[in-house]
């Protein structure tokens, strides 16, 4: 029996994008545990301080909101040694891309010096953000040594980036399992008192993040430094030196994706707040369904990172037509996912809630945001992996632009009309979210089909 034209246009994109698709997803998954593994070290934090009660878990709570917008800013920053070495790999040339590391390493060092001290500054008016005494208090040293954590994180991240610009997602997958291992057991520790150490309560948390972040910072180089599959970038790197065109490319790119980081962070985090001018309940149901999208959204962001790889790859390759089978396939692939997602947000929006409350007010409220989110996480999605195939192509401004346009202009004037002027509540605020992921995914899908086939390869 002869095919129909339609099953035969269906067989051939198959064949065209199966490849892509089995490739993508074993990137994607050890980044995907590497996200989540951060999110558990997190929530054992705030789960082991706030046995300690109400106070001390504030106190966490507002040293770590402060401190985030740092941190972030210097992971999305450190994001752009990925694209320049994928492009080199493609090409090829180990010695490019031991330059790159060697640049980009001392780009993310100095920038990570930046922001820890700009961070210190903020640090002496944490008694001027509206907080009880009491919270500051506890949380100034806790704030300190989380502050002082970035410059690890900037080493660890600089020999991740550069990792998986090699293609290589396993390593710190791995030394996660290491992070949260220590991060737990020094928690115990050190909160506590155990084993003849005082208790330090809150600080005792800052202190063991910190260890554990140096632990993988120490560990990664180790590994660098022994490990056969970096041996020839060891020998290119002796023979490359500091650059400071290579350094100002990698700055001018950095700065905007961790522009891109900060803005849509600030989104939520202001969605958030208008939340809690609502009330409790409404702030209640807002984490519990907020926590469940961040939960799926770690595996968005491994495709998207998967998708970065491959895109930057068949980049320095010149292999256009590769190039953006990768970057769409990578795109099927994260709607799949969040399309499967959406369906066990819908199908378990009552039960989820009961993890977290057994409050029938904040269940009902939940289970209606969850609906909302079954939506907003598939265009959350693909705003992210299309944003990494535009990482790959070292194009940064553009998508900047879009994604203050998206989260700052369009979603938060939205959120705020929806639930105050029209009088949807909680429901008006997650709808901004919805309008901003929306345009952002769209844009963004359409800047990479035009960039993609009109930019010059180098």
Known sequence: MSQSPQESSFRSHFTRYAAHYSATIMLAVPVMFTQIGHMIVQITDNIMVGRLGTVPLAASSFGHNVFIAGLLFCIGFSAAMTPFVGAAKGKGDSREAASWLKNGFLANILMATLVTGLMAIVGLFLDNMGQKPDVVRLARPFYLWMILSILPVAVFQSFKQFSEGLGNTRVAAMITVQEIIINIGLNYVLINGKFGFPALGVTGSGVATFVARCSMMLTFSLIFLRSEFYAPYRAAMREVGFDKTLILRYIRLGIPLGGQTILEVAAFALGAIMMGWLGAT??????????????????????????????????????????????????????????????????FRYWIPTIYIQDAAVIQMAAGLLMIAALFQIFDGLQTVMLGTLRALADARIPTIIAFVAYIVVSLPISYGAAFLLGWREIGIWTGYLAGLTVASTFFYLRFYRRSRTIPFV
Do not use: C, P, W
């Open 282 to 347: 409404e702030l209640a149901a807002h984490q519990i369904a907020m926590g469940a999208a961040a939960l799926t959204f770690m595996g968005a962001t491994g495709i998207s990172a998967a998708a970065t790889i491959r895109v930057s790859q068949f980049y320095g390759a010149k292999d256009r037509v590769n190039m953006r089978s990768a970057g769409f396939a990578a795109s099927h692939v994260v709607l799949a996912y969040m399309s499967l997602s959406a369906l066990a947000f819908v199908m």
